[in-house]
């Protein structure tokens, strides 16, 4: 039985509660990151001269919170992904953080860092390219290619497009060597290509949690938490009264039934076994969510043997293969370690003789 659908709320208030309620049913270790947005960005906009917009937009997000709970795996792929800095504003942050220079640990250092910032500008104004921390950004580019990430939210990067020389040409067009400002043009949009690219690192206790529970080893503590059972009023509960036969007769019946069809269930708080798109949330289904985003973190840290280096470390996915059980054991019987069936040697070609 379809629980009871929910009121989608009108004010903004209304509409801030229903997020935050809604926030309060996801997993534990994405909640403050929800909450903390969710909080930003109503004081952001509050005073609005024009809300429509913004309350349209909290709207749509509120229906996505729904359906992540319910059990849409791409929205809460999604939660995750921005949760720990894979695509939105925190992954900006993390960028800022991997781009800036570390600080001078004492004046020699500090020395050393004003002398080589200096050198460039004997010749050409600063710009912002020279405050990037260009040596940390090429060597984790490298880990990044090495390790091969797959469903990467960001386009993948290669050997080719590590080569920082190769994007500024030693003669233009004419044959000529470039001016001086077109060629640091050439150069800035080619650290820009290679940042677009770039999975930022996040902290050590971030990627031993994401490695903690796509094994399951975190604890209870990191569960998803039970959803409390609403309380249906007379409208929600779909009563005589509910029909709203002002709406069928000025709308399209398309957009007053798209509600109530199994493909958009979810976004309204009618979800049951027969929604599109619906999965039931088990511990299997969340340590395979967790894994695909561990396999899109790094952590990065300075090595201490060699100053100057840096030791990056990328998530890594289940490479053992399933055991099949004695159930189904029989359904693999000949099949080599490739998963193949050996090749079947050909069948003698029978001659048969006709009388005249």
Known sequence: MAAPRLLDPQHPLHIYRHLLREASYLPPVCRPFVVSRLGSR???????????????????????????????????????????????????????????HDSPADTAALEAQVRDADAPLKTRPTDWLDKWNQARLLAFARTQAQVKVFHSPRPEVTDKQLQP??????????????????????????????????????????????????????????????????????????????????????EAIRSVDRPQSRKFRALHGNADHSTVGIHSWTPRSWRRLYEGIWQLTATMENSDEQPGKWNIKWGRGNTQPTVASNLHREFFEGVDSTGKLPKRPPSPIRRVETGA
């Open 42 to 100: 109503f004081r952001k906009h509050k005073d609005a001269e024009s809300p429509q917009r913004h309350l349209q937009e909290a709207r749509h997000r509120l229906r996505s919170l729904r359906a992540a709970n319910a059990g849409d795996t791409r929205r809460m792929r999604r939660i995750l992904a921005l949760a720990f800095g894979r695509i939105g504003p925190r992954r900006r942050e993390l960028m800022e953080i991997l781009r800036r």
């Open 165 to 250: 020389s190769l994007a500024v040409p030693a003669v233009g067009v004419w044959g000529r060597p470039l001016a001086e400002k077109v060629a640091r043009t050439k150069e800035r949009k080619w650290w820009i290509a290679l940042a677009n690219r770039l999975l930022p690192p996040v902290t050590k206790g971030e990627w031993d949690l994401l490695q903690a529970l796509s094994t399951g080893t975190a604890g209870k503590e990191w569960d998803m938490p039970p959803r409390r059972t609403p309380v249906p009023s007379d409208r929600a509960a779909g009563t005589n009264d509910d029909w709203e036969w002002e709406r069928y007769a000025t």
